[in-house]
């Protein structure tokens, strides 16, 4: 069975300091990965997907995620936060299957300090 | 430039009341998707959708069913909305396929009184 696991749900930081959010997925096959954003009173949109080729996969807004396979894991980072990332992160890995069912993490609430 | 649209933003019901949450897609997407967004437990999939009259149960499909007639259009329903189903409801699709960017409406918050 599919699952996946953020570690941290809420991350409180000051401006330029930098950010590693954690995911952990078990999935059997051929897995893609997503994180995803949410701003305050937005709509959830993509950030980043790694799905083959290079593991390190730049994102929107100079996020990156770097995917270790041997560690079944798909961690966020961001060298240097501000205020305007401030918003909840889900990781998200789903499966080749056109018809495979599409779960996420628990979710990373981050929060900015100007 | 897509759009997932769900019918409400806010909608306060009676505990008991049969309730219907719309979500409409304009992208021709075989799969869609119901959740509930609660704090600290991130989203739970409810039902999902990989084609016209087809369903799948997700991780917490208990007190809700789905209807989808038309591709464009996944249908939530409460049966008997209870107190513990308010909640933020989120549609969403995709096309099929793993790799796949999944596009969001905006949320039905819910409240049951």
Request: charged share 30%; glycine share 14%; no cysteine.
């Given at each position: 069975a599919q699952s996946v696991s953020q570690h941290n749900h809420h991350v409180i930081l000051s401006e330029a300091a930098s950010l590693e959010l954690g995911c952990n997925y078990s999935y059997g096959g051929t897995v893609n990965l997503f994180w995803y954003v949410q701003y305050p009173g937005q709509h959830l949109q993509l950030l980043l997907k790694y799905?083959?080729?290079?593991p390190l996969v730049k994102g929107i807004k100079g996020f990156e995620a770097e995917f270790i396979k041997s560690k079944f894991s798909f961690n966020l980072r961001k060298p240097s936060v501000q205020w305007s990332d401030t918003a909840e992160y889900f990781c998200a890995p789903t499966g080749s299957s056109n018809t495979g069912k599409l779960i996420f993490g628990q979710g990373t609430t981050l929060q900015v300090k100007p | 430039d897509v759009k997932v649209t769900q019918s409400s933003r806010y909608l306060v019901k009676r505990t008991g009341e049969k309730v219907f949450l719309e979500c409409v897609q304009d992208?021709?997407?075989e799969n869609m998707f119901w959740y509930r967004q609660d704090p600290g437990l991130g989203l739970r999939l409810i039902y999902f959708s990989y084609d016209v009259k087809m369903k799948e149960k997700g991780d917490i499909p208990e007190g809700y069913s789905v209807s989808r007639e038309k591709k464009e259009r996944f249908s939530l329903i409460l049966e008997s909305a209870s107190t513990n189903q308010t909640s933020m409801y989120l549609c969403a699709s995709k096309q099929g396929g793993g790799d796949t960017e999944a596009f969001f409406g905006q949320g039905t918050r819910l409240t049951v009184v």
């Open positions: 799905f083959s080729g290079d | 992208m021709d997407h």
